[in-house]
């Protein structure tokens, strides 16, 4: 796992009111949604006000197309709406494959206390999940638009939290992670 602090744009004077943008990223099938719930747990079991945005839940809603501008367009969405939210004081976790750098760019200028988080989880690994049989048939020839294999895959540059997610570390492993950069960064916020 690695952390870093990179977005520099950190407001902790008003706890009450102190939201937070948590953008969980990564490919199709790397656990995004089953991360996002596990820490979405382990916020609410500790009383702190948080929902979570998911993309496929928000794309029945939104009803966008899968080319890149497309999914462009649709994670500009998400963002505003992620920063609507954490402006209101909540927690919110964006689960979400959004890998564009210029949203990624645009969240980090925008959004307060937003904190990157990265899937890490090799297209190999992904292949075997086969979540939704989208990696069979997109060799199949049966999909198309696919980020990390049509369409290319802007992975963050510098993300503030990386996890592997696969492996060893299982989604409750790579929550608590994510979990503890919380913990910190409220310690930050005491000093």
Partial sequence: ??????????????KSHCGMVYWI???SGSGKTTVAKYFFD???????????????????????GFSKNERTKQAKKYSKLCKLFSEQGIIVIAAVG?????????????????????????LEELEIRNKKNLYSNFKEGKVNNIVGLDIKADFPEKP???VKNYGQETS??????????????ENIEKL
């Fill in 25 to 27: 990223t990564g490919l």
């Fill in 160 to 162: 503030d939290i990386e």
């Fill in 98 to 122: 959004a890998l564009v750098n210029s949203i990624q760019k645009w969240n980090r200028l925008n959004i307060k206390n937003y904190v990157e988080v990265f899937l890490n989880v090799p």
């Fill in 42 to 64: 382990l916020l609410i079991s500790k009383g702190y006000k948080a929902l979570i945005i998911d993309g496929d839940d928000l794309r029945q809603i939104i009803k966008g």
């Fill in 172 to 185: 409750i492993d790579s929550a608590k992670k994510i979990y503890n950069f919380h913990k910190n960064f």
């Fill in 1 to 14: 796992m690695k952390i870093n602090n990179n977005s520099g744009n950190f407001d902790t004077s008003n």
